[in-house]
């Protein structure tokens, strides 16, 4: 796994209590992570919700500068299935 993956996996273990569903972050370029109620690991397997982002995007989500909800409205994150589950974990990274 990339280091991006890796860090990525480190700050949303952080921020993530628990979590019921299971959602992939798709970080493009870089590789997967997956988020259930195991907690957060890098990984690539089926999910409720899959969102892809870029490096960047993703990283400004983390780090706050950027909503999850504005980033999907302006394109910058691409989601395919469940939006309740995607609702829940944006709840999640709050």
Avoid at 42 to 69: C, H, K, M, Q, Y
């Amino acid at each position: 796994m990339s280091d991006v993956v890796n860090a990525a996996v480190e700050r949303l273990s952080q921020k993530i209590g628990t979590f019921d569903s299971k959602a992939k972050f798709v970080i493009e370029g870089e590789g997967a992570i997956m988020i259930d109620e195991n907690g957060v690991r890098a990984g690539d397997e089926e999910a409720e919700v899959t969102l892809t982002a870029s490096r960047e995007t993703f990283e400004a989500i983390l780090d706050g500068s950027v909503n999850p909800a504005t980033a999907f409205m302006t394109g910058k994150l691409k989601l395919d299935g469940s939006m309740p589950v995607a609702m829940q974990l944006g709840q999640a990274l709050g």
